[in-house]
């Protein structure tokens, strides 16, 4: 799976946009971009996924550049309950049962 | 829908001593996975299993061992604790690579110490 680069931290006022972006300027064409968020100590809870088109679904917008090196995920109106840390992975799925977490943008989402 | 269960939630261990760390699953998913995290650090694969009677190391296996007896259950078992071993440990399940959504469902966590 290729690696992936996300900021360490992150702040964002309640009510805003909140947009993290992640690096992945090693993908290959049958690699997915996975988020996954993972509030204070709970276990982490998948936020949305894409291949190469921008997907959209309740929680959240997924932006995938067209060369896929980069993606952004979008939370249209962050609130003080979306402060976490927001995992991005890029992940084969056919035939691939791994699932590797990196460090994570920390999300601080300020009242 | 339970979805995954862990338990305990907590536990405090001697060194030396030995434990398992209980996993089940209901929602029939082929692949499922121990990772443990350290305080302020990311998640780290211990094992993973891709159904009943396979399982595979992930980053970090020293000093630990799986099963997979049933699709249901991924025990994780700690033979002789050691401090380096504190952790919170999540379990985590996912359906097989074909299915529409491919989502992993993780538990809630068990807090381990080891003095």
């Known amino acids: 799976d290729a690696k992936t680069t996300q900021p360490t931290s992150m702040d964002c006022a309640e009510g805003r946009a909140a947009n993290l972006p992640c690096n992945h300027s090693?993908?290959?064409?049958?690699?997915?971009v996975y988020w996954y968020r993972q509030i204070h100590s709970q276990g982490p809870q998948y936020i949305i996924h894409?291949?190469?088109n921008n997907e959209t679904n309740e929680m959240a917008s997924l932006i995938i550049t067209e060369d896929r090196k980069s993606s952004t995920l979008i939370l249209p109106h962050a609130t003080l309950r979306d402060t976490a840390v927001y995992y991005c992975i890029v992940r084969v799925n056919f035939g691939n049962e791994k699932l590797t977490f990196g460090t994570g943008t920390r999300l601080t989402i300020i009242p | 829908n339970a979805g995954v269960t862990q338990t305990p939630k907590f536990r405090i261990l001697k060194i030396g001593q030995s434990m398992t760390l209980q996993c089940a699953q209901d929602m029939n998913h082929n692949y499922m996975y121990w990772y443990r995290q350290d305080p302020g650090m990311g998640l780290k694969l211990i094992y993973y299993s891709v159904g009943a009677g396979i399982t595979d190391k992930g980053e970090v296996p020293n000093g630990y061992n799986v099963s997979r007896s049933t699709t249901e259950d991924f025990p994780l078992r700690l033979e002789l604790a050691a401090p380096s071993q504190t952790s919170v440990y999540f379990c985590a399940s996912s359906p097989h690579w074909t299915a529409m959504n491919t989502e992993a469902f993780f538990g809630q966590g068990t807090r381990l110490t080891v003095v």
């Open positions: 090693t993908i290959s064409g049958n690699e997915y």
């Open positions: 894409g291949l190469k």
